[in-house]
């Protein structure tokens, strides 16, 4: 076996443990659970606390902590138990509850468990003794020592109004018979943010110290899409440092198996925690110009595992006659790019967009989406836009692409004589690759010119894939036809000739193999004819079961990569063979 040879089989392996190895570890098939699968952490407790209280503190002060798996209620129920303070906009439904105070029910009114628009909202927060809890707490601690009556989970509120909306906030109050008097106003805009703002009013006569809390308490660890290409847990940007899973984005893990281990502490003036989901994101937003600690911590008694990020301010003395106001944000909603874009630029909120996983090359896949997106909101289409991106694509490398067609047009018209020059050398392969070297230098001919292409193809398609992954806008996107979700794989198989025989074959991904990954294996083998055939047998072989081995493995991956993918070819077959034409080598 020759050097070429030997070369090329190494290129080739290559390229198809890559494309294996990323479907396998990294495109595994999304699984959109908002919530998680145990049960609640409990309210702040009323003994002394220097800290937000933990997951592990007691409901009310003697009450047994999570030793036990507790009993479990259908959501309707649950949320009948107590009075509640309705929460409603165009994009969100849900309720406050009034013992308590917590924010505990969310759905996302513009978002659904699948692409039929009347199937059920997502489900984003949950109250105490539902199956999934999952809620916002915000409150205030004391010192330790101290005895100041604090309102905790079992604190009746009054409410000022029954609905919140954007044009309505609330006024949550409670006295504690001490002659404090506590009030929590809760406002919320057009979107997913939402403004609490929390007063104590002081007439007892002595100061009082206290600091304020704010925490989102997690129950149960979530099942993850993906491993490798997707972060998904707790996240923070804290003193302008992306804190989370990834693998280059801190020195430290942000991740649910690390926090099992040790809580995650830090103290910053300025950032936002929380935990983030593949679509969704829950984030606690405190005062940007005041020193705060941070923790996101987990506590596993019983049978239930709880986790909790959150943020406690410093002391703050509330004097006698007097009074204190604290404002912060939390963010409950779709990871939508422009709207953590404007909420970045528009309440100073660092590397807001950081919430969506664009990866290591941030540089390119967020360019990539923004540039999906203009040609979007002009076609209307997301699949008429990859379109666009690849057309767009192609003009920019387009002087790369023609100096590469040219040497492969040169490649094709030597054929001929290298074939001579086998017949003649036979056996002698050091003489053969010097005289075909000689070969290529007197016509200025480069044997790798056809890799070019596929070079300059391979990071748009990681960038592309990423796009199609994490980012909401191209979840449940249509294209034509029978594409209704570009982000999930083509849903059509050969087997039943594409829905035509009314049999569905058995889950065997080798089986599924859909019109759109078809119509890209064509389009790499018209390609592959246009390109000089290798005079050596195997290698020929080896080139044509390529677009087989790329059908297969593509197959799996979204429908909007393989439109991509086949839209580039055909777009490069026609390049090339004008190229070629008007070298004379077709």
């Given at each position: 076996m020759d050097e070429q040879q030997r070369n090329l089989i190494i290129a080739v392996a290559v390229s198809i443990a890559i494309l294996l190895g990323f479907q396998f570890f990294l495109a595994r098939p999304p699984v959109q659970h908002p919530q998680q699968t145990t049960e609640q952490a409990a309210p702040p407790p009323s003994a002394p606390s220097a800290q937000a209280p933990s997951p592990a503190a007691p409901a009310v002060p003697g009450a047994a902590g999570p030793t036990a798996k507790p009993e479990v209620a259908p959501r309707e129920e649950v949320l009948a138990e107590a009075p509640r303070v309705k929460i409603r906009t165009s994009r969100l439904n849900g309720s406050i509850d009034l013992s308590g105070a917590r924010i505990d029910d969310l759905t996302l009114v513009n978002y659904h468990e699948t692409a039929d628009p009347n199937s059920p909202e997502i489900v984003l927060l949950a109250p105490d003794g539902t199956e999934h809890p999952y809620y916002f707490d915000f409150g205030w601690t004391r010192p330790a020592g101290s005895a100041v009556k604090l309102p905790d989970g079992s604190t009746r509120w009054t409410a000022s109004a029954g609905v919140l909306t954007p044009e309505q906030s609330v006024d949550l109050t409670w006295d504690n018979g001490e002659g404090l008097r506590f009030k929590r106003s809760y406002a919320v805009d057009d979107n997913y943010m939402f403004t609490v703002t929390q007063t104590v009013e002081n007439s007892s006569g002595q100061p009082v110290s206290l600091s304020v809390y704010g925490r989102i308490v997690r129950v149960g660890e979530p099942p993850a899409s993906s491993t490798y290409l997707l972060h998904e847990g707790p996240i923070a940007v804290l003193n302008g440092t992306l804190h989370d899973g990834g693998w280059f984005a801190s020195p430290d893990k942000f991740n649910y198996a690390d926090v099992k281990k040790a809580p995650l502490t830090d103290t910053t003036t300025g950032g936002w925690l929380g935990f983030t989901d593949k679509y969704w994101l829950t984030a606690l937003i405190p005062a940007q110009q005041v020193p705060v600690a941070t923790t996101v911590r987990y506590n596993g008694e019983g049978h239930r595992d709880v986790f909790q990020a959150d943020f406690t301010g410093s002391d703050q003395m509330v004097p006698a006659h007097g009074a204190f106001s604290t404002e912060e944000r939390f963010f409950a909603g779709a990871k939508e790019v422009h709207l953590l874009d404007n909420y970045e630029s528009a309440l100073g909120i660092p590397r807001f967009d950081r919430a969506i996983d664009f990866g290591l090359f941030y540089w390119i896949t967020k360019p990539i989406f923004l540039t999906l997106d203009f040609f979007y909101h002009i076609i209307g289409n997301f699949g008429l836009a990859i379109m666009a991106l690849t057309v767009l694509i192609k003009l920019i490398f387009f002087p790369l692409a023609n100096k590469s067609y040219r040497a492969m047009s040169k490649m094709k018209k030597l054929q001929p004589e290298m074939q001579k020059l086998r017949e003649r050398l036979g056996d002698d392969k050091q003489r053969l690759n010097q005289e075909m070297m000689a070969l290529y230098k007197r016509v200025g001919a480069n044997p790798m010119a056809g890799c070019l292409p596929i070079v300059i193809q391979i990071?748009?398609?990681?960038?592309?894939?990423?796009?199609?992954?994490?980012?909401?806008?191209?979840?449940?996107?249509?294209?034509?036809?029978?594409?209704?979700?570009?982000?999930?794989?083509?849903?059509?198989?050969?087997?039943?000739?594409?829905?035509?025989?009314?049999?569905?074959?058995?889950?065997?991904?080798?089986?599924?193999?859909?019109?759109?990954?078809?119509?890209?294996?064509?389009?790499?083998?018209?390609?592959?004819?246009?390109?000089?055939?290798?005079?050596?047998?195997?290698?020929?072989?080896?080139?044509?079961?390529?677009?087989?081995?790329?059908?297969?493995?593509?197959?799996?991956?979204?429908?909007?990569?393989?439109?991509?993918w086949s839209w580039n070819n055909l777009l490069s077959i026609a390049q090339q063979w004008l190229i070629m034409r008007r070298a004379g080598a077709t």
């Open positions: 990071p748009v398609f990681f960038s592309l894939y990423k796009v199609l992954y994490v980012t909401i806008e191209m979840r449940h996107a249509p294209f034509f036809g029978w594409i209704h979700d570009l982000s999930s794989p083509d849903p059509t198989t050969f087997i039943n000739l594409f829905g035509l025989v009314p049999f569905t074959p058995p889950a065997i991904s080798f089986l599924h193999i859909g019109a759109w990954p078809l119509i890209m294996g064509v389009t790499m083998f018209l390609q592959q004819k246009l390109n000089p055939q290798p005079p050596d047998p195997m290698q020929a072989k080896m080139f044509m079961i390529l677009p087989v081995v790329f059908t297969f493995m593509l197959s799996q991956f979204a429908a909007g990569l393989v439109i991509y």
